[in-house]
């Protein structure tokens, strides 16, 4: 299967890493996961590496024994505000909860970063595990409850999104019209779970509104991201699952009615890499050397050389395993390195851009605008 879209890249910033030692590295500040620099600098490498998106993973409940990053973390939607100041090309994905969170507030909160970031905003929308209940007041639902809720909420904000045509607000001192009230639409949303009435108080950006992106494996997400998704993350660690539910998730969105390409498949990999297998196996070691004594760690899937490391994203991108490469930082130096020695292969191979092909995040994805549903009424 070849791809008609080139790769896509994107970084998930950990702050200190997603593991329980990895703060300790001579090379990691212990407070990256609530140091603004550090985020900034991640950024901005990372745009300097041409890449698309800046990602946050989150959680929504925590104890004592949780990885150091997640004890104390920026929420998302405020450090990528901040980081939309710093760059003007890279997309900025946030992840936030649907179990917990409310529909309008996060309609509001992701149009806000995607006009202050001049269209360069994603949301992960995931569902959550049961922990958040405590935090968030929702006791009263299971399990059962929460790909149902799922579903109202992502019809919610993608309905509010189109609150307003895109022409809608006029904004003429002359004659005095700031809005055509015929362009401004109420939502008017009636559900088991959520009652709305709309309209958003926000206009719709450069890229029409802001990318959604999904995670999980069962039949229910499946037949909810076919419907909704425009990107979905995927385990990294087995080729052969993911280009199998590649082809199944492509075939329920095609049943759904979109065309397949406009979906993007988002393996996520924690990757070492050297100029040599020697090297990249000493930078491995040092993140061995923090664990407690018997403790060990397996070797990335992706790991080697640099030219190792670029044919296997390769193989995986060409067979439709791959359509975007989130990659993971583990060891301190894992982005810069991914830059400076894999990225340049990928652009000599054709496969990776050189130059941003836009300054908004679906135009770099290659997804479409979404049209307002009200605009052909």
């Known amino acids: 299967m070849e791809n008609k879209k080139q790769l896509k890249i994107g970084a998930i910033v950990d702050g200190v890493g997603w593991s329980y030692t990895a703060w300790r590295h001579a090379d990691m500040s212990a407070n990256a996961s609530e ?9 901005k490498r990372a745009e300097e590496g041409k890449f698309d998106m800046i990602f946050l993973a989150d959680v929504s409940h925590i104890g004592p024994n949780m990885i150091p990053h997640y004890l104390s973390m ?59 209940l405590a935090n968030y007041s929702r006791k009263h639902f299971s399990k059962a ?76 997400f499946m037949d909810i991201a076919a419907k909704h998704a425009e990107g979905v993350l995927v385990n990294g660690d087995d080729f052969n699952y993911a280009r199998r539910f590649s082809g199944e998730l492509r075939r329920r969105v095609a049943l759904a009615g979109r065309a397949p390409e406009d979906l993007l498949i988002m393996p996520t990999q924690q990757i070492i890499v050297g100029r040599t297998e020697a090297e990249a196996n000493e930078k491995f ?5 923090l664990l407690p004594p018997g403790y060990g760690i397996p070797k990335p899937p992706f790991f080697g050389s640099a030219e190792t490391v670029a044919d296997m994203i390769e193989h995986w991108y060409r067979a439709g395993a791959m359509d975007l490469l989130l990659l993971r930082q583990e060891h301190p130096s894992g982005i810069d390195d991914f830059i400076d020695l894999v990225v340049p292969i990928l652009q000599e191979k054709g496969i990776f851009r050189k130059e941003y092909e836009s300054d908004t995040l679906r135009g770099n994805l290659g997804l479409p605008y979404p049209e307002n549903r009200y605009a052909s009424l």
Do not use: C
């Open 35 to 43: 140091s603004v620099d550090f985020y900034v600098e991640k950024a």
């Open 74 to 132: 920026f929420e998302g939607v405020t450090i990528l505000s901040a980081l939309s100041m710093v760059t003007s090309h890279i997309g900025l994905g946030a992840t936030i909860a649907t179990s917990y969170a409310d529909p309008f507030t996060v309609a509001r909160q992701m149009a806000s970063l995607d006009k202050i970031s001049n269209g360069r905003a994603a949301w992960n929308a995931i569902t959550s595990n049961p922990g958040g």
């Open 145 to 220: 409850d929460l790909y149902p809720l799922k579903e109202e909420f992502l019809e919610i904000v993608e309905g509010l999104w189109d609150s307003y045509e895109d022409d809608a607000f006029i904004r003429d001192k002359e004659s005095g019209i700031f809005l055509n009230p015929n362009k401004m639409h109420p939502l008017n949303y009636r559900g088991k779970y959520f009652s709305v009435d709309g309209p958003l108080n926000i206009s719709r950006s450069r890229q029409g509104r802001p990318v959604i992106f999904q995670a999980g494996t069962s039949p229910e």
């Open 285 to 289: 070691q040092e993140l061995q050397r």
